[in-house]
Antibody, heavy 120, light 105 residues
């Protein structure tokens, strides 16, 4: 079965760029959308954006100006970059396979999540 | 916007649990339910408002369409302690409900 694993620095300084990678195992990354979702401590879930294996992206309008996603099909990986981070970007970041039909998305499975703290 | 209620429930094992989610505009049946246990990733329980997911216990069910949706646990078990979220996936404006934390009495 497909499994996802996030990786990247757990601590990022304010104003710098947060970079995370999600590695997909147990199946091919091809022909699916893949999303990033985050969750501040004790709070709800926020969808950040998604990428198709062709490289086509869709981002949450509230984050669009700071988000870049990319995909490397040869490594079965996709990545997130979030620029100009502040303390408000401190959260657990999840990657998830995105099932999409007629423009309607849901998520299954999810990675275990990785905590990113923004602090100097 | 998805409005989920209640925010917190404390229920005795064996009892029925009902959580509601209201969309600010009609979304057909494009509504999904997730379970998140402490320090774990969310897990998909229900898709298309009422379709069960393979491997998910049959005590979990969903209903509704348009703007009003319901998630039900028919007979609560201790292992169901978690936070439950609804999600709508409408054309890249993906949003989650605020979550319902379910405590076992």
């Amino acid at each position: 079965q497909v499994q996802l694993q996030e990786s990247g620095p757990g601590l990022v300084k304010p104003s710098e760029t947060l970079s995370l990678t999600c590695t997909v195992s147990g199946g091919s990354i091809s022909s699916y959308y893949w999303s990033w979702i985050r969750q501040p401590a004790g709070k709800g879930l926020e969808w950040i954006g998604r990428i198709y294996t062709s490289g086509s992206t869709n981002y949450n309008p509230s984050l669009k100006s700071r988000v870049t996603m990319s995909v490397d099909t040869s490594k079965n990986q996709f990545s997130l970059k979030l620029s100009s981070v502040t303390a408000a970007d401190t959260a657990v970041y999840y990657c998830a396979r995105t099932l999409s039909i007629f423009g309607e998305d849901w998520f299954d499975p999810w990675g275990q999540g990785t905590l990113v703290t923004v602090s100097s | 916007v998805m409005t989920q209620s209640p925010a917190f429930l404390s229920v005795t094992p064996g009892e029925k649990v009902t959580i509601t989610c209201q969309a600010s505009e009609g979304i057909g049946n494009y509504l999904y339910w997730y379970q998140q246990k402490p320090d774990q990733a969310p897990k998909l329980l229900i898709k298309y408002a009422s379709q069960s997911i393979s491997g998910v216990p049959s005590r979990f069910s969903g209903s509704g369409s348009g703007t009003d949706f319901t998630f039900t646990i028919s007979s609560l078990e201790a292992e169901d302690a978690a936070t439950y979220y609804c999600q709508q996936g409408n054309k890249h404006r993906i949003t989650f409900g605020q979550g319902t934390r379910l405590e076992i009495k």
